[in-house]
């Protein structure tokens, strides 16, 4: 009895044989590092082992796109026909490039006797350069992520660039700012696209002036007049007439005065209204004399 003890308190003990798993070593190379709207990017993968895969599965932001068992491999509908898988190696390739390809890619491999590991590497594509790339607001016009700009303007105490160069900003505006503006803009996958963008300035009325044809200020009665209303404005200002700050019914830059007596003598004046900044500015007088003559 104490022999079988023994025995079996000998064989009890021995612990049973764990076979150790080698950790494998995987790195991708994305080739081209940028993808552009649509091409082909390519997922090299490489590894540290000599054995077939057992299992290898492709997700992108979480959403798989092919799965294989070293045999058979079965690819997600929506990347029927972009996808080209190599199975001996795990590397994939991506054609017909969207924006919305852009992400976290990720492959998960396991082999025979080794650990499953996982590596991922990030996809950014980018699109073209179009020729609605600048936007213009009132004073900062800008332009999208991803993109390098110069401005081509007139540079002084009034305009100031942004840090990353992608704003700029003209204060206080002056009516003299309408020149044309340029950007050439880039990215990595694109020419350099100029887009000319101009900023349309309302100012005035100001300068508003007053002049008589023929010259007066002392007429004959009977003579014909034409009175010029003129005014620094943007949009063209609009002009009403006054005798004595009494406003008369005529409109425009013109007010005529035919066969002139002596109740139309007095003060005349000029009100420029402009409809956009809706500020309006009153002429100087100009004094008008109607004389008889005598027989």
């Known amino acids: 009895d104490i022999i079988n003890m023994e025995l079996f308190y000998t064989i009890s003990s021995v612990k049973p044989f764990q076979k150790s798993c080698r950790s494998l070593q995987v790195t991708i190379v994305l080739k081209p590092d940028?993808?552009?709207?649509g091409d082909s990017v390519q997922f090299?993968?490489?590894?540290?082992?000599?054995?077939?895969?057992s299992f290898i599965s492709w997700t992108v932001n979480g959403s798989t796109i092919l799965t294989s068992d070293g045999t058979n491999t079965i690819t997600y509908p929506v990347y029927n026909g972009r996808i080209n898988f190599d199975i001996t190696?795990?590397?994939?390739?991506?054609?017909?490039?969207?924006?919305?390809?852009?992400?976290?890619?990720?492959?998960?491999?396991?082999?025979?006797?080794?650990?499953?590991?996982?590596?991922?590497?990030?996809?950014?594509?980018l699109g073209e350069?179009?020729?609605?790339?600048?936007?213009?607001?009132?004073?900062q016009p800008t332009y999208p992520t991803g993109l390098q700009g110069v401005w081509?303007?007139?540079?002084?105490?009034?305009?100031?660039?942004?840090?990353?160069?992608?704003?700029?900003?003209?204060?206080?505006?002056?009516?003299?700012?309408?020149?044309?503006?340029?950007?050439?803009?880039?990215n990595i996958v694109s020419n350099t696209t100029r887009k000319a963008i101009s900023i349309n300035i309302n100012f005035g009325p100001d300068n508003v002036a007053v002049t008589v044809s023929p010259p007066g200020p002392i007429f004959t009665s009977g003579t014909s007049l034409i009175l010029s209303c003129s005014?620094?404005?943007?949009?063209?200002?609009?002009?009403?007439?006054?005798?004595?700050?009494?406003?008369?019914?005529?409109?425009?830059?013109?007010?005529?005065?035919?066969n002139?007596?002596?109740s139309q003598s007095g003060n005349y004046t000029c009100w420029a209204h402009n409809t956009r900044t809706l500020r309006y500015h009153l002429s100087e007088r100009l004094v008008i004399t109607s004389v008889a003559v005598n027989q």
Request: proline fraction near 4%; charged fraction near 15%.
């Open 89 to 125: 190696t795990g590397s994939l390739e991506l054609k017909s490039l969207t924006l919305h390809d852009s992400g976290s890619y990720q492959v998960q491999i396991q082999t025979s006797g080794e650990s499953e590991v996982q590596q991922q590497v990030s996809l950014k594509v």
């Open 129 to 139: 350069l179009q020729h609605k790339l600048i936007h213009p607001s009132i004073i």
């Open 231 to 258: 005014a620094q404005s943007k949009p063209p200002a609009q002009f009403q007439w006054a005798l004595n700050d009494t406003l008369l019914s005529q409109r425009g830059d013109k007010l005529q005065l035919m």
């Open 34 to 37: 940028v993808g552009t709207v």
């Open 152 to 186: 081509s303007l007139s540079q002084n105490e009034r305009v100031h660039l942004s840090a990353d160069n992608r704003t700029f900003t003209i204060s206080p505006v002056l009516r003299f700012d309408q020149e044309p503006i340029y950007c050439s803009v880039t």
């Open 260 to 262: 002139i007596k002596g």
């Open 44 to 53: 090299l993968v490489s590894t540290d082992s000599h054995n077939g895969f």
